[in-house]
């Protein structure tokens, strides 16, 4: 299994970015889909998931509304784009695939296969 981030860079406040996550060695539908980020100093928290039951996101409350997740099963790719973008949002961005329950659906004990990882920095 090898999941490959990308789309990482340096964006000024209230810039976009979008990332990608390309998945091999999965059958991507599946899987529960996730990116989290991690600041330096700071643990891996959650961003945006979408679980293979239903087309409904999940988002974490610091992006809601300036953050979309969404996959193409046929490219086997999750993305996410960002706008709006804010000093706060700067960290390594993991996408992450898995099968838990809902209630591990914001956890990373919810995923077991993670990609390498993007940085993204937003400059004030």
């Known amino acids: 299994v090898q999941l490959q981030a990308s789309g990482g860079g340096l964006v000024q406040t209230g810039g976009s970015l979008r990332l990608s996550c390309a998945a091999s060695g999965v059958t991507f539908s599946n899987y529960n889909w996730a990116w989290f980020r991690q600041a330096p100093g700071k643990e891996r928290e959650f961003v945006a998931a979408?679980?293979?039951?239903?087309?409904?996101?999940y988002y974490a409350e610091s992006v809601k509304g300036r953050f979309t997740i969404s996959k193409d099963n046929a490219k086997n790719t999750l993305y996410l784009q960002m706008n709006s973008l804010r000093p706060e949002d700067t960290a390594v961005y993991y996408c992450a695939a898995g099968q838990a329950i809902l209630s591990n659906t914001r956890s990373t004990s919810g995923y077991i296969h993670w990609g390498q990882g993007t940085l993204v920095t937003v400059s004030s």
């Open positions: 979408l679980r293979r039951s239903n087309s409904n996101p």
